[in-house]
């Protein structure tokens, strides 16, 4: 039986929990949607499963964020579909009652979710041979 990791987070805890996951993770700029009418922000990353003792395991995992009411990026070039970006780490800054999620890249660059609580789940989908 294959272990396929699940990891909620809802606050900044689990938020640091899903950076410390994904960072390193490869994702193609075809592969981050945004579903503006179900508010909802994807990336299918490919990852190395560093919460496993053997380093070398990587995996294709969706990380998902949820009530997301705003999207802006920067130094993104989303007419270049196959370009691969490297995800450095997550991080957030809270705003009154908005938080802006920002998932930062190599190159400067950057996307910013705009959302009013910390929905996120870093989910397994399949090994990478």
Known sequence: MKYLAKII???QEGLQMISACSSAAKVKISDIKYLASNKVFLLS?????VENENDDKKVYSILRFDFVDKVRS???DQSNQEEV?????IDYLKNNDVYE???????NAYIALNTETIEARLEDQSEIK
């Not at 990353?45 to 499963?49: A, M």
Request: aromatic letters at 4%.
């Open 45 to 49: 990353l490919e990852r190395i499963k």
């Open 74 to 76: 920067r130094n993104i």
């Open 9 to 11: 987070a809802n606050d």
């Open 85 to 89: 970006l490297e995800l450095v780490g």
């Open 101 to 107: 999620i920002n998932l930062i890249f190599n190159n």
